[in-house]
């Protein structure tokens, strides 16, 4: 089993920045890694960013790329998401997600078997 707890979210103006983290516990599998979700209210829950625990791979969705930057903190298990030029459109519940491996589905929900509670990031104009 694998926990993850996120945090760092808030109400932030246009352009401004938030950076998220998720703490993961328990069995932390070293052949998979992190995602990030987000849902906005009415809509499907979209794949944001993805990183692996034991390699320099990192992934973005297009509607972020340039803007979102993640990270992780192997020693402490611990993934951050930067959000720089955040926008209205940003706006959503944040989840971070655990894989236990990749098959390079890494944008799939179905590759997370373990969700975090979520974070709310709202973004004004």
């Known amino acids: 089993q694998v926990q993850l707890v996120e945090s760092g979210g808030g109400l932030v103006q246009a352009g401004g920045s938030l950076r998220l983290s998720c703490v993961a516990s328990?069995?932390?599998?070293?052949?998979?890694?992190i995602g990030w979700f987000r849902q906005a209210p009415g809509k499907e829950r979209e794949f944001v960013t993805a990183i692996r625990w034991s390699a320099d791979s990192t992934y973005y969705a297009d509607s972020v790329k340039g803007r979102f930057t993640i990270s992780r903190d192997n020693a402490k298990n611990t993934v951050f998401l930067q959000m720089n030029s955040l926008k209205p459109e940003d706006t959503a519940v944040y989840y971070c997600a655990g894989a236990t491996y990749y098959t390079g589905h890494y944008y799939s929900r179905e590759m997370y078997p373990y969700w975090g509670q979520g974070t709310q990031v709202t973004v004004s104009p």
């Open positions: 328990g069995r932390v599998f070293s052949s998979g890694g």
